[in-house]
């Protein structure tokens, strides 16, 4: 096969560059880049491991985060202080001791990891097994004195009737790939059971309680709610529902009070990196732009006017929270039931069309849900949808020059050369230092580029109405497979083929037709043998995937990273803090990666079969790299319980559809030379085969992954037995599922110990209570804070919260919301998820903030609220704090709360909680039931887990002492 070529005169330089276009990948570099791929990708990944092992033993802050932070339950299983101590517990480690330490969603993830790997073994065995041979002998005359690397590739078999092996090859390939999907489809399936069956699933809240959206006006209530789930008619038993409230904007009030405590850290920390020597000036900053007090753009005092920003705002969210219940409801809310099986029973029933035109579906974990986006009409997420696929349209034509220039000239330096004569001669001159800078620089700055583009999808779902942070990462890794697979195979591969043969086909002047001369260039054989030429660039691009492997099981961009913010910016305590928190795992870009390296591979393995066993040494060394990230440093920020599943499967039968695409090309390009067209007939049946088999599947399995139970509920026995006492009360339904906003704790700014005795020179602001009634405004009840190295004297630093430097660590502050939301997967890594209810244990004023469990005391009421009255449904419905009843219970019950609980929802403490932890008298012995387990942290925020011990378990399981609730000065 041949492509057509422009012929231009000497000097042309734009005749050239149109040229260049039309065939950017005949290189004579191509054997020689894919040797330097080859040595550099292998001796850098060697290199890089060796470091991985020689550092890993000393820092555990990087290398095993999870092993240092995570209870009992979740701990990693232990690794020697060796060179090779990681590996054991790597092998000896199964896939159900990954479900029960990292979660579902990890082990789904390393379940697919080594399915990819077992597929492209068994590919490569079909694929150069029997494509190499065929493509070696049947290779005619115009294959002498072409390279090795290229004689594997079909482009010297034109005509031949051996493409009858590519037809077999598909078949196989495709029965490859769905026997290992079909496998692993059970596999998940029964994972889903026992995850079903789990006691983390039995106990928790979300598993038995109902989201309906899409509410209409006249059923925004909490018995609108019963209401209309009483027409579906799958239950015969009342649920607990709770409409939702407006909080206006009280997010976007907090969303900017946390900005600002951020901005005023990193003033105070830059201002007092060095105590001893405080720069001559006074750091400045621009005013808000919300804040109306202030000229646009006016620069003030960053110190003293952030502090009194951060005061306004607490002062304004108070007020918001306050008067929140005499809002109108929203066109959501959630109806829990009493057994697992009602709620899914009636999800299902529901699941294709809810009575009055709402959307029911089962509830998410509270902290999956994207509140913002709750409200949204179906009409509104429709057009945003379709204003979000606008977007990637129009930044996937704006990649296309860039990514064209890059396949042009960076995949091809020779093509540079010819526009610059003075690198022509460099290029000559250096051969093989070219050939290793063309086969590193342009796979790496394509992967640069997609660095950025799974922040940029992520606000676009968002935008969309995703509802929970999981679907808005499912929706991500759609969006980064297609924006991909498009630019690189169909822009980046195709685009100077069909440029090539359009301008062929323009410079045919022989021809007396358009007819003939589109005839004449061939069209298809043009394309083949374009993607023949770039397999080179694909085989370079995956090799460098070995080194991207290794450098994330190095960590080394934290790693290094972390010791230049430490050694020479300024870090803030809470960023200090935040670099010692494990990381949470990026799913989405993950999966896309995979998902990618294997499309690229089945497009290219019937033009270049060496792609096969590039891909399946990758997948082997990542399913085995990826599993020590899971157990040891990453964490799973959102819990889906295995719900990729499904968008993966259908992405891997897309990838199969395309290397069906890819052979079709190849039998009907030579088959334009006469050859018996029953080869284009016998692949025809693939798709229809294909799309048969998802079919199967879904059918057969997709049911019992999503709902515990189908048809008419039946009550779980043994949960009722164990949960009579709960009934209607033990739900608090409206607390735990109550917008974040109206009990999150507020931040409050931290400095560094070493700079506290330079806090009363630099902030002119009462640093200490004046009066009873503020503390420089920031509550209504205010104790001083007490200083940890002088046991009864106050720190006198209000407004600011004081950290020493051995307590910048994420240890000590992992119970605290604003550190736990972000870096503590829920809570369950440390043994206090919030959504589990735990029966009979005793009662507890965190409900929202630290664990699960269920108050046994009266609580306070919504339906009994004057403004309420209408919304009363069977039982008390509780909601979170902020819910207010009359104009009195604001002074009684205010944000700030004089009880000093975190508890949005939570009523007065029994008198036996507030003296639980009551010192003692004297010498007396300590209380048998108060076992010496913990220690407090600094400032009084929860238990440091000594050495033996376990939080979230046995007696000292939760912390009810009175310095353990107050808060200092959140609200």
């Not at 092993?67 to 690794?79: F, I, M």
């Not at 959102?638 to 190849?666: K, P």
């Not at 003692?920 to 887990?945: D, E, F, K, V």
Request: charged share 20%; net charge positive; proline share 6%.
């Amino acid at each position: 096969m041949t492509s057509s070529t422009i012929t231009c005169k000497d000097g042309d330089t734009a005749c050239e560059f149109l040229s260049l276009l039309a065939t950017p990948f005949a290189s004579e570099l191509a054997t020689d880049t894919f040797y330097a791929s080859l040595a550099t990708s292998f001796g850098l990944t060697i290199a890089i491991a060796g470091l991985f092992c020689f550092l890993r033993p000393y820092n555990n802050v990087v290398y095993a985060p999870r092993a240092k932070h995570a209870d009992s339950k979740h701990a990693p299983p232990p690794v020697e202080k060796g060179l090779f101590g990681w590996i054991p517990p790597l092998i000896r480690t199964k896939e159900q001791q990954l479900v029960e330490k990292v979660g579902l969603d990890a082990a789904i993830f390393m379940r697919f990891t080594r399915m990819l790997r077992n597929i492209f073994l068994a590919l490569t065995v079909v694929g150069c097994g029997i494509l190499i041979p065929v493509n070696l002998i049947a290779a005619n005359s115009t294959a002498k004195g072409t390279s090795f690397f290229l004689r594997l590739t079909p482009q010297y078999m034109y005509g031949s009737q051996a493409f009858w092996a590519y037809v077999v090859a598909a078949y196989l390939f495709d029965t490859i790939i769905c026997f290992f999907l079909w496998t692993n489809y059970r596999a998940v399936a029964r994972l889903r059971r026992a995850y079903f069956d789990s006691p983390e699933y039995q106990r928790s809240l979300h598993a038995r309680t109902l989201m309906l959206t899409d509410l209409p006006k006249q059923l925004r209530t909490d018995e609108g709610i019963v209401k209309v789930i009483e027409e579906v008619k799958a239950s015969n038993e009342m649920p607990r529902a709770a409409i939702a409230r407006n909080v206006k904007d009280l997010p976007e009030l907090i969303e900017e009070h946390e900005e600002t405590v951020r901005k005023l850290e990193e003033y105070l920390a830059k201002y007092l990196k060095n105590p001893n020597k405080l720069p001559s000036k006074r750091p400045m900053c621009k005013v808000s732009k919300n804040d109306k007090g202030y000229t646009k753009g006016q620069k003030v005092d960053a110190i003293e006017y952030l502090t009194a920003r951060i005061k306004e705002l607490e002062l304004e969210i108070k007020e918001v929270r306050e008067s929140v219940d005499k809002r109108n409801a929203m066109s959501y809310g959630f109806a829990s039931y009493e057994s697992i099986s009602e709620a899914h029973s009636t999800a299902y029933v529901a699941r294709k069309k809810a009575p009055e035109g709402t959307i029911i579906r089962l509830a998410p974990k509270p902290n999956d849900l994207v509140w913002k986006n709750l409200k949204m009409a179906k009409k509104e997420r429709n057009w945003q949808n379709f204003i979000n696929n606008l977007w990637v349209a129009l930044l996937t034509l704006v990649w296309i020059a860039p990514n064209i220039l890059i396949s042009v000239f960076l995949s091809n330096l020779a093509h540079l050369g010819k526009l610059w004569p003075a690198f022509q001669t460099n290029l000559e001159a250096h051969t093989k230092w070219w050939a290793l800078v063309q086969g590193v620089a342009s796979p790496a700055i394509t992967t640069a580029f997609y660095y950025f583009l799974p922040a940029i999808f992520r606000r676009l779902c968002i935008k969309g109405g995703d509802v929970t942070k999981t679907s808005r990462e499912r929706h991500v890794m759609h969006k980064l497979f297609s924006f991909f697979v498009l630019n690189n195979l169909i822009v980046f591969s195709l685009f100077s083929a069909i440029f090539g043969y359009v301008t062929a086909v323009i410079n045919s002047s022989k021809h007396d037709s358009a007819w003939e001369a589109i005839v004449e260039n061939q069209p298809f054989q043009s394309i083949v043998t374009t993607l023949c030429s770039v397999s080179p660039y694909w085989i370079s691009w995956l090799l460098q995937r070995n080194l991207g492997a290794a450098v994330d099981l190095s960590q080394l961009v934290k790693l290094i990273w972390g010791s230049i913010s430490r050694r020479f910016l300024a870090p803030t305590p809470r960023q200090l803090i935040e670099l010692s928190a494990p990381q949470p795992f990026d799913y989405a870009g993950y999966y896309n990666y995979f998902l990618f390296y294997s499309t690229v591979a089945m497009c290219f393995a019937a033009l270049q079969p060496l792609v096969l066993p590039v891909t399946a040494f990758y997948f082997f060394m990542d399913s085995f790299l990826k599993k020590y990230l899971l157990l040891y440093v990453f964490i799973t920020k959102y819990e889906s319980g295995g719900m990729f599943w499904r968008t993966l499967f259908n992405r891997m039968l897309v990838l199969a559809l395309l290397g069906n695409v890819v052979i079709a090309l190849l039998v009907v390009a030579q088959g334009l030379a006469g050859v018996n067209w029953g080869m284009l007939a016998a692949l025809g049946p693939l798709p229809f085969l294909i799309l048969a088999f998802k079919w199967y599947c879904a059918h057969t399995f997709d049911d019992q992954i999503h709902y515990y139970q189908k048809g008419k509920a039946m009550r779980d026995s043994e949960y009722m037995a164990g949960s009579e006492h709960m009934k209607r009360k033990g739900d608090r339904v409206g607390v735990r599922f109550g917008h974040p906003v109206l009990y999150k704790p507020l931040m409050t700014p931290m400095v560094s110990a070493k700079s506290q005795h330079l806090l009363k020179t630099i902030y002119s602001g009462r640093t200490s209570m004046d009066d009873n009634a503020t503390i420089a405004g920031y509550s209504d009840v205010y104790m001083d804070s007490m200083d940890a190295n002088a046991p009864g004297k106050t720190t006198g630093a209000a407004p600011f919260e004081i950290v020493n430097e051995n307590q910048m660590d994420f240890e000590h502050f992992k119970n605290r919301p604003e550190f736990r939301d972000e870096a503590g997967g829920d809570g369950e890594l440390y043994g206090h998820a919030q959504d589990i209810i735990r029966p009979g244990t005793p009662g507890t004023m965190t409900t929202m903030t630290r664990t699960g469990t269920i108050d046994t005391y009266q609580s306070r009421s919504r339906s009994e609220s004057r403004e309420s009255e209408r919304t009363k449904v069977g039982g008390e419905t509780e909601y979170p704090r902020g819910y207010h009843q009359t104009p009195s219970a604001l002074r009684e019950h205010s944000p700030t709360g004089s009880d000093f609980s975190t508890d949005a929802g939570a009523g007065p403490e029994p008198k036996e909680s507030l003296v639980a932890s009551a010192a003692r008298m004297g010498r007396s012995p300590p209380p048998p039931q108060l076992p010496a387990l913990y220690a407090p942290t600094p400032g009084g925020y929860g238990p440091i887990r000594t050495p033996g011990s376990t939080p979230g378990e046995g007696v000292g399981e939760e912390e009810t002492s009175y310095d353990y609730f107050r808060r200092g000065r959140n609200l």
